[in-house]
């Protein structure tokens, strides 16, 4: 598949207005003008860019506690986030939520949230929700290689595979859980889900970040994949 030109400048418009959004939000960190605290997630914006083209507007996402990417990917609007981080009714949980609690609803955004693996049991339930409902919408769950040390990572998994739910799990592997390697902690180089017990059926791809058109493509042909071909999205 090659994607279109305007495809290709979308792309690089999302990843530079996530950058440039959380490149503002740090100076603004600095200045001691956000409330709470916040991860930001400068040098994963392909994989946030690109898994969300794949989908349609009416299909959700959960997110992590690194999420501003994920969400603007989503459809969300900057003007609403930096509300929401300056504590402003005007943001979108009226300033009650903050970095880790945006969640925009309007444009299929479950939210970001602080438990870790915590985005991987919400997609399951969603998702669950999508298939009792007969739709042919799907879940895209981003979460972190830290998750895979959590007991809901196997519970969720596990699940998704054998109630064959409309859920594609995206791990965003940067090695580090936080400021730990995660080779300190696990005794394997790659995360593989066959390996860590949850092999039910599921089927597991590598994507190299900085190869943001086979990023696409996999996503597209996946979401395809889940959405049982009933709904098509030219790129
Ligand atoms: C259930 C739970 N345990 C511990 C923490 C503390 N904590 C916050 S972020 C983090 C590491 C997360 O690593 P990863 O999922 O790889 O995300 P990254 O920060 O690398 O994006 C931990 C342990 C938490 N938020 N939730
Ligand atoms: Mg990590």
Not at 30 to 39: I, P, Y
Not at 58 to 87: N, Q, V
Not at 157 to 172: G, M, Q, R, T, Y
């Amino acid at each position: 598949m090659t994607l279109s030109t305007t495809t290709q400048l979308e792309l690089h418009r999302m990843m530079m207005l996530i950058r440039l959004f959380e490149e503002a939000l740090e100076e603004m960190f600095s200045r001691g003008l956000l409330h709470g605290t916040m991860h930001l997630s400068i040098g994963q914006e392909a994989t946030a860019a690109g898994a969300c083209l794949a989908l349609q507007k009416d299909d959700l996402i959960t997110s992590t506690h690194r999420g501003h990417g994920h969400c603007l990917a989503k459809g969300a609007e900057p003007y609403k986030m930096f509300a929401e981080l300056l504590g402003r009714e005007d943001g979108y949980c009226r300033g009650r939520g903050g970095s880790m609690h945006i969640a925009d609803l309007s444009n299929g955004n479950l939210g970001a949230n602080g438990i870790v693996a915590g985005s991987l049991t919400i997609s399951v339930g969603a998702a669950l929700s999508f298939q009792m409902q007969k739709k042919d919408n799907i879940i895209l769950c981003f979460f972190g290689d830290g998750a895979v040390n959590e007991g809901s990572f196997h519970e969720a998994l596990n699940l998704a595979s054998l109630w064959s739910l409309p859920v594609l799990f995206l791990c965003e592997n940067n090695q580090y859980m936080m400021l730990k390697l995660f080779m300190k902690t696990y005794l394997i180089l790659r995360i593989k889900f066959y390996r860590l017990g949850a092999q039910n059926l599921l089927k597991q791809l590598h994507i190299d970040i900085e190869d943001t058109q086979n990023l696409i493509e996999t996503y597209t042909e996946q979401v395809m994949k889940l959405s049982i071909g009933k709904k098509k999205k030219t790129l």
